[in-house]
Antibody
Framework: QVQLVESGGGVVQPGRSLRLSCAAS????????MQWVRQAPGKGLEWVAI????????YHADSVEGRFNIARDNSKNILTLQMSSLRVDDTAVYFC???????????WGRGTLVTVSS | IVVTQSPALLTVSLGERATIYCRSS????????????LAWYQQKPGQPPKLLFS???TRESGVPDRFSGGGSGTVFTLTITSLRAEDAAVYYC????????FGQGTRLEIK
């Protein structure tokens, strides 16, 4: 069955960096676009980034453009999110998600919590 | 594209019908393939979201037929009939026509 397991979350000071990873299994990773979606505590969902199945294209939300970078390693079935210049309002649970067709999500990981605080 | 859901909170009795609205600031209908680029998700406390519908009305496998998705263009609905206690959740719509954006969510409470 499809499994997406995020790791790398934690507490980090404003301005620092953090790298999230998502280990995918149960499907042919290189056939699917992948996304990161985040959810601040008690708030709604916010789309963060998407990468094409072969890594040829990637897009980031305006709120993270220039600070975050989505990447993937199809040889290891790993999706990553490199986050830099972190801000307090980046505090959220970050979900790894498998994309379908034009971009809706059919499977979600359980998420990893990132807390940005001094 | 801005996606707006209403109401923010919906309280409905067991066995009754609930309807959630999702409005988009521009049309999500792509005429070349006759599809609306809108999805619906259900999220229960402590869990990741679960896909209910894609393309506005295509039900995912395993989703009960008490759930239906409708609408086109800029106005969409998620309707749940014969409400059950386990339907209590937050429901989100998402457009994927241009970039990707979610509505702010509708909390459904069952009384």
């Amino acid at each position: 069955q499809v499994q997406l397991v995020e790791s790398g979350g934690g507490v980090v000071q404003p301005g620092r960096s953090l790298r999230l990873s998502c280990a995918a299994s149960g499907f042919i990773f290189s056939d699917y676009g992948m996304q990161w979606v985040r959810q601040a505590p008690g708030k709604g969902l916010e789309w963060v980034a998407i990468i094409w199945h072969d890594g040829s294209k990637k897009y980031h939300a305006d709120s993270v453009e220039g600070r975050f970078n989505i990447a993937r390693d199809n040889s290891k079935n790993i999706l990553t999110l490199q986050m830099s210049s972190l801000r307090v309002d980046d505090t959220a649970v970050y979900f790894c998600a498998r994309g379908r067709s034009s971009g809706y999500v059919d499977y979600w990981g359980r998420g990893t919590l990132v807390t940005v605080s001094s | 594209i801005v996606v707006t859901q209403s109401p923010a909170l919906l309280t409905v009795s067991l066995g009754e019908r609930a309807t959630i609205y999702c409005r988009s600031s521009q049309s999500l209908f792509y005429s070349s393939n006759n599809k609306d680029y809108l999805a619906w998700y259900q999220q229960k406390p402590g869990q990741p979201p679960k896909l209910l519908f894609s393309w506005a009305s295509t039900r995912e496998s395993g989703v009960p037929d008490r759930f239906s998705g409708g609408g086109s263009g800029t106005v969409f609905t998620l309707t749940i009939t014969s409400l059950r206690a386990e339907d209590a959740a937050v429901y989100y719509c998402q457009q994927y026509y241009t970039s990707y954006s979610f509505g702010q969510g509708t909390r459904l409470e069952i009384k």
